[in-house]
């Protein structure tokens, strides 16, 4: 094994696990950095990949904002009041049984995909994959309009984050 499939194994193992903390771990603080810790692994598997312009994006986009945004929401909404009830969902084994049953269906279909033995082909000269990328996300017809929607939806998310957290006096 070269020194690149070792790197790969390890962060594809350590973002695993951190992924698999997200939704286990009990603090909803600790949740957000365990998240943080998976997005930044699946950035090292971008750079790995020699898709640099992905991991930088997702360092910027993901880790940057959402993450961040995410935590700072948690922080303005939460309550200084002790918790009461159980935090753990009595129907969580319905919860794993879809994945499991989604995840054998996934892999039922990808095993007769033709795509895990084909080589991948040499790129011809000239290609400029940023200028095509860029492209897409900034033309009409592009996903400029999704884009939008989302900075929308992340403006809604903090404004209410801030009504919540609000108190009258």
Known sequence: MTAEQIIFLIVGAVTLISGLMVVTVRNLI?????????????????????????????VVVYIGAIAILFIFAVMLTRRQSAETGASVNTNWWMGA????????????????????????????????????????LTS??????????????????????????????
């Open 30 to 58: 600790h949740a957000a950095l365990w998240l943080v810790a998976t997005l930044f692994g699946v950035a090292i598997l971008y750079t790995l990949l020699n898709a640099s312009f992905l991991a930088v994006v997702q």
């Open 97 to 136: 049984l879809m994945a499991v049953l989604t995840f054998a269906g996934l892999a039922y279909l990808l095993q007769s995909w033709s795509g895990f033995s084909k080589q991948a082909s040499a790129i011809p000269s000239g290609f400029d994959a940023i200028n095509q990328l860029g492209d897409a």
């Open 140 to 169: 009409p017809a592009g996903f400029v309009l999704p884009f939008e929607v989302a900075s929308v939806l992340l403006l809604a998310a903090l404004v209410g984050a801030v009504y919540l957290a609000f108190t009258k006096k």
